[in-house]
C-alpha cells in the first residue's frame, strides 16, 4: 500500500463489502483544502460563489453541491489580551451515522443506510423538502432554501460510495498531502484512532479524544481530536431530535390509527344504517320545538 | 306562492324549501374544499408508502400554491359573506347542554335511530365540531405550514426541535383534519338522516322536512310562512 492513510487494501474491503469508515487525524491536518477541491472534482459538483469570510475558511458551511468543508476554530483568549491561544481545523462532512437523524426524517427513503457502513442519498428519489436537513445533528447535509422552484435536492458527502465499493480509497483521502485522512475497515480505524490519542496525551494533549467510536450508534467518520469535541464545534452527546424520533414512531401511527378507525366506522355505518328512513314529515320530532 | 320572502333573519323561503347558505358561502366552501383535498393528497403523499407515487418536487409545489389558497379563502369568506359567517362562527363556539347530550348519543343514533338526541339549532353539534376542526386546524396549518416552508434556512442545529415541532403538528392537524373531512363527506352525501342537507351546499336549500327533523330550533320560525308548505316528495 505504502501510505499511511490507507489502513485497510481498499480492494480487500470492497470484496468483504464490511463497514468502512474515514478518520481524520486533527493532529496532522493542515487545513489547506485540498481535500474541498478533490471531493468537487471527483463528484463534479459546481463551485458556490461565497462570500469573503475574512478568514482561511473557504465556505460558511456544508452545502447541497459542497459536501466537505474544513472549519477553521480559533480560540482567542478575550480575558487577557486577545491572542489566539489555539487554532484548529476540522474537515466536516457526513458522519455516515449508524443511528442517522436524515434517514429518520426522510419522507420518501431518498436516505437510506447503505452499502460499506454509508448513509446512502437517491437524488433521484430527492423531492427537496429539507427535512434530511433538519434530521442531521452534525448539519452534515443541505437543501438550498426554495420559496417555489423544484429543482433543489439535498446533497451530502457520499463517502464516495462509487469508488470505495470498487476497490478505491476516497477522493479526499486519495489527494490528502500529510495523510491525515485515513481509510479503512471501521475496526481498525478505531484501533488506529485509540493508539493515536494514548500517544498524543504521551505529549501533552491532556483533552486528546477520538470522535464517533460510540456516538449515534457508531459514526463512519471518526476524528482525532487534540482537544474537546465542543472545541471543534461538534456536539457531545449528538442526538436524533427526540421531537423527530416522536413524530415518526407516535405521531404517524396514531394518526394512521385515527384516519384509519374512521374510516372503517363510517364503512359499517354504511351498511348498519341503511335501514334508518330519510326524515319524512312524521318524522319531525315536532314535539320538542318550541312555539 | 313561488314568491320568495326574506326573514328578518335574512334567511329565505321558497317552495317549501328553506335557505341554509348563502351563494358566496357555498362558492368558498368548495374553494376550501378542493385546496383542502389537494393538499391532503399531496401531503399524504409523504406519510403513507403506498401513496409515494403522489410525492414529488412537482406535488410539493402543488402543495405550495394550493396552502396559498387555503390561506386565503377564510378571508375570501368572512369579506364575501361577513355577517352570515360571524353567525355560523358565533354558533359554532356557542356550546350547551343540549349540544354535549347530542354528541353523547350521536353514535348509536347514527347507526340505530335511537335514542333520539335533543333537539339542535342552526348547527347541531357534530356540525360545530367540524367549524371547531376547520378553524383549528386552519390555523396549525398556516403557522407550522409558514415556519416550514419559510423559517427552515434560519433555524441551525440548535433550533431544531422548531422544525419538527412544527412537522409534528402539521401532520398531527392533517389527519384530524382528514378524519373530520371523511366524517363530514359521509354525513353530507351519505347518511340517510343528512343526506337531505347536500343541497343545501349546491343550491344553498334545504327541504323543509329536513330542517325541522335536523335543526328543529332553527327551522321553526318557517313553519307557516309564505311558500313554507313542504313539498311532496
Known amino acids: ?291 | 306562492m313561488a314568491a320568495a320572502t326574506r326573514a328578518k333573519t335574512g334567511n329565505q323561503v321558497k317552495n317549501g324549501k328553506v335557505r341554509r347558505f348563502g351563494r358566496w358561502s357555498i362558492v368558498c366552501h368548495w374553494l376550501y374544499a378542493a385546496c383542502f383535498l389537494t393538499l391532503l393528497v399531496t401531503g399524504f403523499g409523504l406519510m403513507y408508502d403506498w401513496l409515494d407515487f403522489l410525492a414529488g418536487a412537482g406535488s410539493r409545489l402543488v402543495h405550495r400554491y394550493a396552502a396559498i389558497g387555503l390561506a386565503i379563502m377564510p378571508l375570501l369568506y368572512l369579506v364575501g359573506s361577513g355577517r352570515e359567517a360571524l353567525s355560523h362562527i358565533r354558533e359554532a363556539f356557542r356550546w350547551s347542554k343540549d349540544d354535549l347530550r347530542w354528541l353523547a348519543v350521536a353514535v348509536p343514533y347514527h347507526f340505530t335511530g335511537r335514542p333520539k338526541p335533543p333537539a339542535q339549532g342552526f348547527l347541531n353539534a357534530g356540525q360545530k365540531l367540524n367549524y371547531l376542526v376547520v378553524i383549528t386546524t386552519f390555523v396549525v396549518f398556516v403557522t407550522t405550514g409558514l415556519i416550514m416552508w419559510f423559517l427552515r434556512p434560519q433555524l441551525t442545529v440548535a433550533d431544531q426541535g422548531v422544525f419538527w415541532w412544527a412537522v409534528m403538528l402539521h401532520s398531527a392537524a392533517a389527519w384530524v383534519a382528514a378524519s373530520m373531512f371523511l366524517l363530514h363527506v359521509y354525513q353530507a352525501a351519505l347518511h340517510p338522516f343528512t343526506r337531505a342537507s347536500l343541497r343545501g351546499m349546491i343550491d344553498g336549500y334545504v327541504t323543509l322536512e329536513y330542517a325541522l327533523f335536523e335543526h328543529p330550533k332553527w327551522a321553526q320560525q318557517f313553519v307557516g310562512q309564505s311558500g313554507s308548505k313542504p313539498a311532496n316528495r
Not at chain 1, 118 to 136: A, F, P, S
Open chain 1, 1 to 291: 500500500m505504502g501510505r499511511a492513510a490507507i489502513l485497510t487494501d481498499p480492494q480487500a474491503a470492497a470484496r468483504s463489502g464490511a463497514d468502512v469508515a474515514m478518520l481524520t487525524d486533527l493532529s496532522e491536518c493542515i487545513g489547506c483544502k485540498a481535500c474541498e477541491v478533490a471531493c468537487k472534482q471527483w463528484n463534479q459538483n459546481q463551485a458556490e460563489t461565497s462570500a469573503f469570510l475574512g478568514s482561511y475558511q473557504s465556505h460558511p458551511g456544508i452545502l447541497d453541491n459542497t459536501w466537505t468543508v474544513i472549519k477553521f476554530v480559533e480560540d482567542i483568549n478575550e480575558s487577557r489580551d486577545m491572542s489566539v491561544e489555539s487554532w484548529q481545523f476540522i474537515k466536516t462532512n457526513c458522519m455516515h451515522c449508524t443511528e442517522a437523524g436524515c434517514v429518520t426524517a426522510c419522507p420518501v427513503d431518498a436516505l437510506t443506510y447503505g452499502r460499506m457502513g454509508t448513509v446512502e442519498l437517491d437524488v433521484d428519489k430527492c423531492i427537496g423538502c429539507g427535512y434530511c436537513e433538519k434530521g442531521c445533528p452534525f448539519g452534515a447535509v443541505a437543501v438550498q432554501a426554495q420559496v417555489f422552484d423544484t429543482d433543489k435536492k439535498a446533497g451530502k458527502c457520499t463517502l464516495c460510495v462509487d469508488r470505495i465499493t470498487n476497490g478505491l480509497p476516497p477522493a479526499c483521502v486519495q489527494t490528502c498531502p500529510t495523510d491525515c485522512i485515513k481509510y479503512g475497515s471501521r475496526d481498525e480505524l478505531i484501533r488506529w484512532g485509540r493508539e493515536r490519542v494514548a500517544k498524543l496525551k504521551a505529549r501533552g494533549f491532556a483533552n486528546a479524544t477520538l470522535y464517533g467510536e460510540n456516538e449515534l450508534g457508531g459514526l463512519h467518520q471518526l476524528y482525532v481530536l487534540l482537544d474537546s469535541p465542543e472545541k471543534y464545534g461538534l456536539p457531545v452527546n449528538p442526538q436524533v431530535s427526540p421531537v423527530l424520533k416522536a413524530v415518526r414512531q407516535v405521531v404517524y401511527p396514531l394518526g394512521k390509527f385515527l384516519l384509519g378507525a374512521t374510516f372503517f366506522g363510517l364503512l359499517i355505518n354504511f351498511f348498519a344504517s341503511r335501514n334508518l328512513s330519510e326524515p319524512k314529515d312524521t318524522d319531525a320530532p315536532k314535539a320538542t320545538v318550541q312555539s
